[in-house]
């Protein structure tokens, strides 16, 4: 059985001038680290062919199926729209779903950029919001008022429940 490792692309990993991104969202320092690996991991033997990589081109999301369940990955900075970070992800799934695009079909949209853990269960879909893996941030901090608590989410996918386990590790 192959490990998968999908990737997305961050406003974090942005070339910016002037504090504005002037290239394409594959021109990304996020994708570009995700290249090294898929490389590095390639060349290794214990590795090379047990890990299936998924690199977005110039997608700000990434969706595929695991156990029959189709999951959509976005990092979050493309969501507008709502207060916070749950209505956000709301709004960009019902546009996703009137342009009939892949990412209208997801069971579990799971995304970042937020800096907190939550998870919103409707309709037979899971919007899970993924911790940060830092202690914070300095812009975070001074623009919300708050410090994210870092984690690392880990649940299941498959099976007749769709997805279990959700828990967070501290």
Request: hydrophobic content about 35%; glycine content about 8%.
């Amino acid at each position: 059985m192959k490990n998968l490792l999908c990737f997305i692309a961050g406003n974090h990993g942005q070339p910016r001038k002037n504090g504005k991104a002037f290239t394409s969202f594959g021109d990304n320092r996020d994708v570009q680290l995700a290249e090294e690996l898929q490389e590095i991991f390639s060349e290794a033997p214990a590795f090379k062919d047990r890990i299936d990589f998924i690199i977005p081109d110039n997608e700000l999301s990434q969706t595929f199926d695991i156990s029959d369940v189709t999951i959509t990955l976005a990092h979050g900075h493309q969501m507008y729209g709502g207060g916070n970070a749950q209505a956000k992800a709301k709004t960009w799934l019902a546009n996703q779903s009137l342009a009939r695009n892949e990412i209208a079909d997801a069971d579990i949209l799971l995304m970042g950029h937020y800096h907190f853990f939550s998870s919103y269960e409707t309709s037979d879909r899971l919007i899970i919001q993924a911790p940060t893996l830092d202690q914070g941030s300095e812009w975070f901090e001074n623009t919300k008022g708050d410090r994210s608590n870092p984690g690392i989410l880990t649940f299941l996918v498959g099976g007749k429940e769709k997805w279990n386990n959700i828990n967070v590790i501290r």
